[in-house]
């Protein structure tokens, strides 16, 4: 329901406002003080409602966030209009959070992802070799990159129909990272949140707080092997070109059982584009 009722320019608002600290009592307020009746921006916040406690003590474990970006499923869609693109929506899981999407990205952006991507892997291996490389991550055996966000025209788009699709603003988005598994490479399975306890994560949240969602879109897919998987609930997303996976999480915990990796490419290469949204605006 709230999903008709509420526009994406006024949804982007209210992000913005609990992003920046404003209670949910004082976004109706405001909302009532700009003209709106009172059961209507009633209904538009009630999506943001932090949901009834259940189980285990509130105290203890991190709060969870009330805006979350995600796709509006509200009406079980098919398809999404993301904007410049229809969406489909192959699969969606509740715990954790999973949407698996369908035709997001066209072959074209594929290929141009790709074909930015690939000098720029090739330099910084050379300058990683030079130095002698930085602790070599025995988790992660791809090569990785970073677009700029807005960079080209390719990912802006790209990054435009995501922020659309999952009712983000762009501006809490990291840029595109670019990876590409070759046979033998993995990522062994990791959370993409910061870890609390660790101590460099204050440093790394003051560009735009804790990531919040991870959108993987594959750019290229292997022969075989190199699926995405979600060990604590059995699952696994082909890595077909075209398609991405979409998970959230709301609290940087494991009990958001978004637990997840790269398996092992067999035969081919394995080309991914990750998009991470932080809860803030990152700069
Ligand atoms: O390559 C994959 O399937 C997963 C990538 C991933 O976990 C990440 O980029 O954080
Ligand atoms: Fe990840």
Known sequence: MTGQAISPEL?????????AGHSIPS???????AGWHA???QKALAEFEPAPATTSPPEVATPARTAMPGPDLSNAPLYIDAGDRRVQVLQTMIHPR??????????????GLILGARQRLARSLT??????????????????????RGENPIVARVEQRIATLLRWPLEFG????????????????????????????PTILRRGGQRV????????????GGATTFPDVGLEVAPRRGTGVFF???RPDPATRTLHGGAPVLLGEKWVATKWLREREFT
């Open 11 to 19: 949804r982007e608002w209210i992000v913005t406002q609990l992003a």
């Open 27 to 33: 976004l109706q307020a405001s909302m009532r003080d």
């Open 39 to 41: 059961d209507v921006a």
């Open 98 to 111: 999973v949407v698996v999407f369908g035709d997001l990205l066209s072959e074209e952006e594929c290929e």
């Open 127 to 148: 300058v990683e070799t030079k130095t002698g490389g930085e602790a070599l991550n025995v988790d992660r055996t791809s090569d990785g990159m970073f677009f700029e």
């Open 174 to 201: 990291e840029g595109l990272q670019v990876l590409r598994y070759s046979p033998g490479a993995q990522y062994r399975p990791h959370y993409d949140y910061f870890d609390p306890a660790e101590p460099g994560t």
């Open 213 to 224: 969602a991870t959108l993987v879109m594959y750019l290229q897919e292997p022969e075989q």
């Open 248 to 250: 959230s999480y709301d």
